[in-house]
């Protein structure tokens, strides 16, 4: 299973971002979906979570100013990022998660520049 992430790029701080993971439609229905981040020096990180029901979790470092969402007719989470920060560079992978399956994206770069 191969998850398609997009929409990294260059920004200046305080600017913002989207993120697309388009998720297999076989499987988008039952899995929990995530974004996880992983910066040069530093070990992969959870950015943030929805649950198959819902629920969402966050970061503490990047609560109030990311989204994550979905869109069900196009079997896309989303991770909207706003007022991002230099601290926010990373590359950027979804991840889609049920019962003992991870599925994982291919990386997207955000870079954000002071």
């Known amino acids: 299973v191969q998850l398609q992430a997009s929409g990294g790029g260059l920004v200046q701080a305080g600017g913002s971002l989207r993120l697309s993971c388009e998720i297999p439609r076989s499987i988008f229905s039952v899995v929990d979906m995530g974004w996880y981040r992983q910066a040069p020096g530093k070990q992969r990180e959870l950015v943030a979570t929805?649950?198959?029901?819902?629920?969402?979790n966050y970061a503490d470092s990047v609560k109030g100013r990311f989204a994550i969402s979905r869109d069900n007719a196009k079997n896309t989470v989303y991770l909207e990022m706003n007022d991002l920060t230099p601290e926010d560079t990373a590359v950027y992978y979804c991840?889609?998660?049920?019962?003992?399956?991870?599925?994982w994206g291919r990386g997207t770069q955000v870079t954000v520049s002071s």
């Open positions: 991840k889609a998660e049920y019962g003992h399956y991870e599925y």
């Open positions: 929805m649950f198959r029901i819902g629920r969402t």
